[in-house]
């Protein structure tokens, strides 16, 4: 029965792509990742993500961000997470916007045979532009949930697919809430060379719906698809 109840839960996330509007706008891009993870016991430990974006078929690097944050393993079937990420991102206007998060998560672990599936659902705080535009008085939250099956029968090789899906609670500045409105599908291949260091590889179609455009207030009619390759490095200290 738990192994029923675990493909539903990953195929229940797919729903949301029944919304995705007709006719949107495509891009290439090319997203970088660095993991940097130090135990402080056996259940704690504290991390530093970086990521870095080239967007405009792959042209134009115009985003960034830091996540500082401490993981907690209850055990090995259950993983709690805190942290808090800046990043910057290039408007159109060619300027940058800052962006302050907060987020929790707890992620359920289960393996089935060779097989380990994640479920990690997230709660995500975020404010834009802290007081300089209209919408930085205001602070706008996500639930986030993402599911992924690792095939983990070696070591060194560990090809998994996932599926993340986004829901506003509520936007800032608009009378518009409560919907789905990203999606995204990984396929993906990590590699470990050793206990302390793996190499990750993946490629990763977003699909943005529902999105709102803050000055019109209304939902856009061509919504931006984004078609990503993924370069990971991840080293424990």
Known sequence: MKKYFVFIVFFANAIPFAHAQSLPLNDAEVWENIYLEKNITKRLLVRLNEEGRVVNNVTNPNFVYLDIGLNYKMNKNFHF?????????????????????VYATVTLRKKLFQF???????????????YTTPTGKFPEYYFRNKVSITYEKQFRFQPYL????????????????????????????????????????????????????????KVAINPQNNYILGLGYAHTF
């Not at 800046?86 to 940058?96: A, G, L, M, P, V």
């Not at 409560?178 to 291949?189: D, L, S, T």
Request: proline residues 2%.
């Open 116 to 130: 380990l599936f994640n479920n990690r659902s997230m709660l995500q705080w975020q404010v834009q532009d802290v």
């Open 162 to 217: 996932a599926e993340e899906v986004y829901f506003y609670l509520n936007q800032p500045y608009v009378h518009w809430q409560y919907k789905f409105n990203r999606v995204r599908y990984f396929a993906g291949i990590y590699y470990h060379p050793n206990l302390i260091n793996e190499f990750e590889i993946y490629y990763l179609f977003e699909n943005n719906f529902n999105q709102v455009n803050i000055s019109s207030k």
């Open 81 to 101: 997470s805190l942290a808090y990420v800046i990043t910057e991102k290039q408007q159109k206007t060619e300027t940058f916007t800052s962006r302050h998060q």
